[in-house]
């Protein structure tokens, strides 16, 4: 008779830090929910949005944008499939999922800083007029932008950076079908600031 082997059982911690993971990406839309009504609260005070004499914002770099960041929580899901499925190689593969990743990522970020440093070359500025006593819809205008805007940005670099930390043991090899938790909670965190663009994206440009 042949030997029979055990099949492996998925450990008991691994049910308690997807609870974790879940736990603290919903503390985070939390975060993202509260900014989203402040900007609304900040609206609903201005007699006219976006406020006379302010630069229209444009709406070619904040789609090409979206297209980035749908893009890159693509290749951030094939790199999870890639390690499932044991391809390590290719651009279906673990590697090729991996750069990409980064890259869009990257383009994205620099979208962004483009987008600020043309706006605020056109006049959306933080300064408040000289003759303004108090509120200023100007300033509010600019501010909700940029803090909208920055707040996403910065989880994009979060996001980033947990992949960074992440990416040496994925190019040796290291996680496996069996063993990459830490992956998939990463890929889940790309996919929460994938959602979330698409929420400050609504936010900011359509509405």
């Known amino acids: 008779m042949g030997e029979l082997i055990p099949l492996a059982t998925p450990p008991r911690t691994a049910g ?10 919903g503390s985070w839309s939390i975060g993202f929910v509260a900014l989203f009504i402040g900007v609304v609260w900040v609206r609903a005070r201005a007699v006219a949005w976006p406020p006379a004499g302010a630069p229209e914002l444009p709406l070619a770099f904040p789609t090409a944008a979206s297209v980035v960041v749908l893009l890159s929580s693509t290749t951030a899901q094939a790199l999870l499939w890639g390690l499932r499925e044991g391809r390590p190689r290719g651009w279906r593969g673990v590697r090729g999922a ?31 007029p000289k003759e ?7 300033v509010a205008y600019a501010g909700s932008f940029y803090f909208t805007t920055a707040f996403h940005a910065v989880h994009v670099v979060a996001a ?3 992949l960074g930390w992440l990416s040496p043991a994925l190019w040796r090899g290291r996680f496996t079908a069996r063993s990459h938790q830490p992956v998939r909670y990463a890929v889940w965190f790309w996919h929460f600031v994938t959602v979330a663009w698409f929420g400050v994206w609504a936010l900011t440009y359509l509405f």
């Open 98 to 128: 991996l750069t990409a990743t980064h890259l869009l990522g990257l383009l994205f970020l620099a979208l962004q800083l483009t987008q600020w440093t043309a706006l605020w070359r056109a006049g959306l500025q933080l300064r408040l």
């Open 16 to 25: 308690r830090s997807a609870l974790a993971m879940a736990i603290f990406l």
């Open 160 to 162: 980033l950076l947990v």
């Open 132 to 138: 303004a006593a108090g509120w200023a819809p100007e």
